[in-house]
């Protein structure tokens, strides 16, 4: 079963105003548009079919109605509850939500969905796709999502490319590496989702810049790294005050050479 990195989801209160930083540092974004029936909208920027969205609440009492779709629930826990932006989780792409759905019950995992999902986008054109979330009952280890578009790979990249979304960044011709994330137990959360996800390890080494003990994932599209902290960093800050979580974009073949903190979360240039 293939699967590929399809996006990062990142809270934001004011998905548009993450666009004016994001372009200060060479960063092509574009408005997005509302999802209607969950009271969210966004912004979104490409690195090929991998990319970013900047996800906010445009409608809470909507919002809050939405128990089957965990990135929802989320996004109104921590947006609305906790008023704590940035990165949040991740979605992996499949063409075989139903046969995943049923993978992941049979290993114990509580499922929601597959969900149908879309929104309307900037130029009133209605994208269509599939969401599954799955869960450990005792919720101990967080958990990507799993989307399946309406269209295949090979029509969303052609319209991409027409719109302008791809090929645009000032920074030259980037790729989304890889996205990082805090974890307290490196060995027990790979172990875990390499067991469920079937990903392979890297080899583990020590990132100096965030302080902590790291391993890649290797995932088609953007590559997954892990760490746990062995002393102050950044690492240790975004555990301590936000717990497990994504928080930190790899971004690589750019004309700059960065590590910056920026919208509540971590970037590298490189």
């Keep these: 079963m293939d699967l590929f990195f399809d996006h990062l989801v990142w809270f934001f209160k004011k998905p548009e105003k993450a666009m004016l930083p994001l372009e200060q540092r060479g960063i092509h974004v574009v408005k997005g548009g509302r999802h209607e029936s969950w009271g969210t909208y966004n912004t979104l920027t490409y690195f090929g079919l991998s990319y970013i969205e900047f996800l906010g609440i445009e409608n809470l009492s909507i919002a809050e109605k939405h128990d089957e779709n965990r990135l ?21 792409r ?58 295949s790979d090979e029509e969303r990249y052609s319209e991409f490319e027409d719109q302008g979304f791809i090929g645009s960044h000032i920074l030259g011709q980037p790729k989304l590496e890889s996205i990082g994330f805090v974890v307290n137990n490196l060995d027990k959360t790979l172990e875990i989702w390499e067991n469920l996800f079937g990903l392979k390890q890297g080899e583990e080494y020590i990132d100096s810049e965030i302080n902590a003990r790291s391993r890649i994932l290797k995932l088609n599209g953007t590559d997954l790294f892990f760490c746990t902290p062995i002393g102050d960093g950044p690492a240790a800050k975004v555990l301590k005050e936000k717990g497990e979580t994504p928080f930190l974009v790899n971004v690589s073949d750019t004309n700059q050479r960065h590590f910056f903190e920026m919208l509540d979360g971590y970037w590298k240039f490189k």
């Design 72 to 92: 929802i629930t989320q996004i109104v826990e921590q947006l609305a509850k906790e008023s704590r932006e940035g990165p949040a989780t991740i979605a992996i």
């Design 94 to 151: 499949t063409n075989q939500i139903k046969e995943l759905a049923i993978k992941f019950k049979e290993k114990g995992l509580t499922v929601y969905g597959p969900l149908s999902g879309g929104r309307v986008r900037a130029d009133g054109q209605i994208i269509r796709w599939s969401l599954l979330f799955p869960e450990y009952p005792e919720k101990n280890v967080k958990l990507p999502f799993f989307i399946e578009w309406q269209k």
